[in-house]
């Protein structure tokens, strides 16, 4: 490579770790609209330790009317259940996993009120509508026929949109064609006992869903309220409170608050090191790590199976390590082949060429139990494994193809003095091609 590819390089890595520094760390606002650009550092996920919240472990059970469904069939589509319920609630952060016993986990960051979130899951009513004014009387449709409900608003009334799947909307086409033909026109809708309210039913009512208001609706937050207890009620499993517990936000800002500091601290002392140490391969290291700490932000705000848990800055941290441990690799390399006489480019390509093995085969062992962790564990073992992968991942592209790309732009300035590089030859070996 001549100088003057050099430093048309040099210029052009200047400008990417610039915009790099301002996409992953700065605020502003976007010219010409409204928005706001929140940087890659304050668009990261916040896992539960760091953000506050609620976490609950349920025991599940099937149901009552669950059908002929297995216990691990009724508990896959309870969770799906909680997850849609939770989300349209609001909390989209919210992470349920199942868990070895017949458990549900549910882990819902930034709660203002977690007692929320327990009255939710935990006080479910199942729906049944029926001919007869009667808690007892025979159910046409029952919990199993329902496929969503949600807060909905027709003719200036607030009320609740029921959905059936195909087997439900068949059957509420034929209860309305019944009692449209009656002399009471009226069907008769409960929560668990609970008589909820009365529908007049003109004429056969076609589709997939219905809606109804009336009754203790009186305004959205009592709707929303409603469309989640039955909601709850659909779950195939039965769910009980096995245990929970509440993190302060407070808590967790000041643990990641800590976190952050403890990594800064490594990077500013591991960037000395290497510069001390190593000298202008040091530098370039440092550099490469600067774009390592940008990815790494980058992925984490990214992926959306991401979230930022105290044990996850630990796996990012242990990354930082594995690119340095990479580079000093790579280095100790080059300087064993520059001992043996050859010259600083040739060292330089002998020493990547054989480090590279070595920190593909550490690398690829840690990711593999990383992926073992991701699979098989949950919540913080779930978070560290995440963080851990994609730092190593980012590591190795930091230290193999980013570092030497640094090289490759400084050698046109520096190929001749190896006390730049604090490289140097034992008494007696000779220089060779």
């Known amino acids: 490579m001549t100088k003057k590819s050099a430093i048309k390089g040099i210029v052009l890595t200047a400008l990417l770790l610039i915009l790099g520094i301002v996409l992953a760390f700065c605020r502003f606002n976007i010219p010409y609209t409204t928005s706001t650009y929140n940087g890659f550092i304050n668009s990261i996920k916040m896992g539960l330790d760091v953000k506050g919240g609620v976490t609950a472990v349920y025991d599940a059970k099937l149901a009552d009317g669950s059908g002929e469904q297995d216990i691990d069939t ?7 259940r909680l997850q849609s319920i939770l989300a349209n609630r609001g909390y989209t952060e919210a992470t349920i996993t199942t868990q070895s016993g017949h458990r549900i986990r549910v882990e819902v960051p930034d709660v203002d009120d977690p007692q929320a979130i327990f009255d939710l899951i935990g006080h479910p009513a199942e729906l049944s509508i029926k001919k007869e004014e009667d808690p007892n009387a025979e159910s046409f449709i029952k919990a199993s026929d329902i496929t969503n409900v949600h807060y909905s608003m027709q003719d200036g009334q607030h009320g609740i949109v029921i959905e059936f799947n195909a087997a439900g909307a068949k059957k509420f086409q034929q209860l309305t064609k019944d009692v449209s033909s009656s002399e009471t026109k009226q069907v008769h809708i409960y929560l668990g006992t609970e008589h909820f309210s009365t529908l007049t039913v003109e004429s056969e009512i076609t589709g997939n869903s219905t809606f ?59 960037f000395i090191f290497m510069a001390v140490i ?17 990815l790494v932000l980058f992925f984490l705000q990214a992926l959306p199976f991401v979230q930022l848990t105290l044990p996850g800055i630990a796996g990012i941290i242990l990354g930082i390590g594995m690119a340095v441990d990479a580079n000093i690799i790579i280095f100790e390399r080059i300087k064993d082949e520059y001992k043996r006489g050859k010259r600083i480019p040739a060292s330089i390509k002998g020493g990547y060429r054989r480090a590279t093995a070595a920190i593909l085969d550490s690398n690829i062992t840690t990711i593999m139990v990383g992926i073992v962790l991701f699979i098989f564990g949950t ?13 190593i991942v980012v590591s190795m592209i930091s230290s193999i193809f980013i570092t030497r790309w640094l090289m490759k732009l400084y050698l046109p300035f520096n190929s001749t003095k190896p006390e730049k590089y604090n ?3 034992e008494e007696g070996v000779n220089e060779i091609a």
């Open 379 to 391: 919540g913080a073992i779930q978070g560290f494994a995440s963080t851990l992968l994609i730092s």
């Open 74 to 80: 009724a508990i896959k589509s309870t969770v799906n």
């Open 212 to 270: 109804i208001s009336g009754g203790s609706i009186d305004s959205r937050a009592s709707a929303e309220k409603y469309a989640l207890r039955i909601m709850s009620g659909t779950f195939s499993a039965e769910l009980s409170l096995y245990e929970s517990s509440i993190v302060s936000p407070t808590l967790g800002m000041n643990a990641i608050q800590s976190g952050l500091i403890a990594g800064i601290v490594g990077l500013i002392l591991i």
């Open 423 to 425: 490289l140097y030859r």
């Open 278 to 294: 190593y000298r202008m391969m040091g530098v370039l290291a440092d550099i490469a790590l600067m774009f390592y700490v940008i």
